[in-house]
């Protein structure tokens, strides 16, 4: 039974199955051109920390796409001239879209 459901979901092509996450979108205003780090936590059980899941670097007008389990995670983004965003954002069985937008702080 055990080599039958392996067999089963390495046959199975990945476009089959379902994508849960997020993507999103990278805009900023004149002031914060340039790479974009993009990361994203969850918080730990004390709330007093951050787990830090994944990050990427991203152009400004470029995109980027996390594969995650449903939860609550919160996404952060800035780059070196002090622009910054940050949303929480919940994840449920689809692909959650977010626009990113930079702003000075």
Same mark, same amino acid.
């Given at each position: 039974?055990?080599?039958?459901? %392996?067999? %089963? %979901?390495?046959?199975?092509?990945?476009?089959? !199955?379902?994508?849960?996450?997020?993507?999103?979108?990278?805009?900023?205003?004149?002031?914060?051109? *340039?790479?974009?780090?993009?990361?994203?936590?969850?918080?730990?059980?004390?709330?007093?920390?951050? !787990?830090? !899941?994944?990050?990427?670097?991203?152009?400004? *007008?470029?995109?980027?796409?996390?594969? !995650?389990?449903? *939860?609550?995670?919160?996404?952060?983004?800035?780059?070196?001239?002090?622009?910054? %965003?940050?949303?929480?954002?919940?994840?449920?069985?689809?692909?959650?879209?977010?626009?990113?937008?930079?702003?000075?702080?």
């Amino acid at each position: 039974m055990k080599i039958f459901i %392996f067999l %089963f %979901f390495m046959t199975v092509p990945i476009s089959v !199955l379902p994508a849960i996450g997020v993507k999103g979108k990278v805009e900023s205003i004149k002031d914060c051109l *340039g790479p974009v780090m993009v990361w994203l936590s969850v918080d730990k059980d004390s709330y007093k920390e951050r !787990l830090l !899941l994944m990050h990427t670097q991203v152009p400004v *007008g470029g995109s980027f796409q996390f594969y !995650l389990k449903p *939860g609550d995670y919160q996404l952060r983004a800035s780059n070196e001239q002090g622009c910054e %965003f940050f949303k929480k954002i919940k994840i449920d069985n689809k692909v959650s879209e977010i626009l990113v937008k930079l702003v000075k702080k």
